[in-house]
């Protein structure tokens, strides 16, 4: 099991920029990949930027070019920079791990949130 604990959010304006971590209570580096999920009111929890096990990252395109995704295995964290954030960005942001398991499939570990608010 891991622990997942969130840390950096904030109130910005549009345009500005936070540093969200996500610290883990063990080492990731085997972990198949970790990502931020925000979950905004009324909406569901939606997958903006993701990392493999050997760096890869990907993004959806809402976020493409504003913002970058990074792991430090060494410090068991994974990091997520936001610049030009924009109002649409207001959402509580979740970190996700998944970790492999020697039976079946991968196992979901989550963060309690950390919330973002952009102002116009």
């Known amino acids: 099991q891991v622990q997942l604990v969130e840390s950096g959010g904030g109130s910005v304006q549009a345009g500005g920029s936070l540093r969200l971590s996500c610290a883990a209570s063990?080492?990731?580096?085997?972990?198949?990949?970790m990502g931020w999920y925000p979950q905004a009111p009324g909406k569901q929890r939606e997958l903006v930027a993701t990392?493999?096990?050997?760096?890869?990252?990907f993004y959806t395109d809402a976020v493409k070019g504003r913002f970058t995704i990074s792991r430090d295995n060494a410090k068991n964290a994974v990091n997520l920079q936001m610049n030009s954030l924009k109002p649409e960005d207001t959402a509580v942001y979740y970190c996700n791990c998944q970790l492999p398991q020697a039976l079946g499939s991968p196992s979901t570990y989550w963060g309690q949130g950390t919330q973002v608010t952009v102002s116009s």
């Open positions: 990392i493999t096990s050997i760096g890869s990252a």
């Open positions: 063990r080492s990731i580096s085997s972990a198949i990949a």
